[in-house]
């Protein structure tokens, strides 16, 4: 089944520094999405991108869609203490047996003040 | 607070046991997924239901079933549990199927912790 490769599996850094992870997959996606998941919840869906080459910001967060549309990367500039946590990518399509929308297995950050 | 309730948050059981997990959709929504997600795998898609019938399947195991009423909720049906059961339960929602859902996201709840001991 389809699956996405989400690097680096975590990440310690200084506040106050630039962040940078990806998302890549061997077939195609119409839509990915950025989600944080902070320990004891659910994720929440931090950015959404909907065509190849697509760059969307979220205050200090950016993320940009493929333009092969078999990958995207979610940057965070800045980091303060409250960035800890697992970010996924997910990628959405219609169709198939697995579901609509299949995850990467996520970048855990962890930010020293 | 999302909109989607999910209970009990914590659960333990034993070996060969069967439990019941329950999620309530955000308001509006029709459209309920459930996911599990262990350490090491990350988010597995379970099973979809949109406005009380299966939509789609994923990697579901067959000693676990899901359904939704009429009233949208959903519960998700764990039996002749074992260790490697052990994860968290997550449920999302979305208004509408899958083709709708592309302008969405999906919602999830907080998850229910399932402890198989």
């Known amino acids: 089944g389809q699956q996405l490769n989400q690097s680096p599996q975590s990440m310690f850094i200084q506040e106050g520094e630039d962040v940078s992870m990806n998302c890549t997959s061997s077939s195609i996606f119409n839509t990915w999405l950025w989600y944080k998941q902070d320990p004891g919840e659910g994720p929440v869906l931090l950015i959404a991108l909907y065509k190849a080459g697509e760059l969307t910001s979220n205050g200090r967060l950016t993320a940009q869609f493929g333009i092969t549309r078999k990958d995207s990367f979610l940057n965070i500039s800045a980091s303060i203490p409250s960035d800890v946590g697992i970010y996924f990518c997910a990628g959405l399509n219609y169709g198939g047996s697995q579901g609509n929308l299949i995850f990467g297995k996520g970048t855990k950050l962890s930010v020293k003040p | 607070d999302s909109g989607v309730t999910q209970t009990p948050k914590h659960l333990i059981t034993a070996t060969g046991q069967r439990v019941t997990l329950r999620c309530s959709p955000r308001?509006?929504?029709?459209?309920v997924y459930w996911y599990q997600q262990s350490l090491d795998q990350g988010l597995q898609f379970l099973i979809q239901y949109y406005n009380g019938e299966e939509r789609a399947k994923g990697n579901i195991l067959e000693r676990f079933s899901a359904q939704q009423f009429p009233d949208l909720h959903s519960e998700l049906n764990l039996s002749s549990l074992e260790l490697g059961d052990s994860a968290l339960y997550f449920c999302a929602s979305t208004p509408r199927d899958r083709g709708a859902a592309f302008n969405y996201g999906y919602t999830f709840g907080s998850g229910t912790r399932l402890t198989v001991v």
């Open positions: 308001s509006g929504d029709l459209s």
